[in-house]
Each structure stands twice: as C-alpha cells, then as structure tokens.
C-alpha cells in the first residue's frame, strides 16, 4: 500500500513560476514509476511527465523545455518545477504511483493522490 499526498498548487500570474511536491508513503520501495497528469474542466487528462525508479524521464510536449521533474529518494518526495507559466496550464495536477511485484510484500497497483489546483491568470 502506497500513500500519496500531492502539495504546492495556487494561483501565479503568466509568466511566473511553481513547485509541486508528491510525497509517497508506506511501501516505497515498491514505486515502479511517478506519474504528473492534469486535467481542467471539460478537458481529458492529459501526461504531464513521469519519471521511473532508474531515472528514465518522460515529458509531454506542452511540458518540455518548461517544466522539469526531479525525485528526492530520502524523502520519498517527487517534484514537478514549472515555469513560464501560461493560462492554459491551469488544472488540477495529480500526482499516482504505480508499483509493480518487487518483492514478496509488493502488488502490482495505481495509487492516486487527491490533487492539487493551478491556477495562472493572464
């Protein structure tokens, strides 16, 4: 069983900048892969960037050269640093964990955080 706990969303204004942290815990050691998705009303989720537990990264292609995902492994912690903000950028943010059979403890799972709101004005 992994926790996750998504924090950092608010409001900045085009142009500006904002750091999102996805805190995992329990079976940390299980975590395959750390996904960002985000979603606005009316819009389907969309992949945001991933990054694998032997530092493969993926963006999507709003996302390159803007944002920048990174992991702190003793704080079980993964970032998405974003800059340039612009308008269309504004969603809810989720963050999930997928684990995969590691160990004799692990299962195989998608685990979801509640998400957090950005909003960036014009």
């Known amino acids: 069983q992994v926790h996750v706990v998504e924090s950092g969303g608010g409001v900045v204004q085009a142009g500006g900048s904002l750091s999102l942290a996805c805190v995992a815990s329990?079976?940390?050691?299980?975590?395959?892969?750390t996904t960002w998705y985000r979603q606005a009303p009316g819009k389907e989720r969309e992949l945001v960037a991933d990054?694998?537990?032997?530092?493969?990264?993926h963006y999507g292609e709003f996302a390159k050269g803007r944002f920048t995902i990174s992991r702190d492994d003793p704080k079980n912690t993964v970032y998405l640093q974003m800059r340039s903000l612009k308008p269309e950028d504004t969603a809810d943010y989720l963050c999930?964990?997928?684990?995969?059979?590691?160990?004799?403890?692990?299962?195989?799972?998608?685990?979801w955080g509640q998400g957090t709101q950005v909003t960036v004005s014009s």
């Open positions: 990054i694998f537990s032997d530092g493969l990264i």
């Open positions: 999930t964990v997928e684990t995969r059979m590691r160990t004799a403890t692990c299962r195989s799972a998608d685990y």
């Open positions: 329990g079976d940390t050691m299980c975590i395959s892969v």
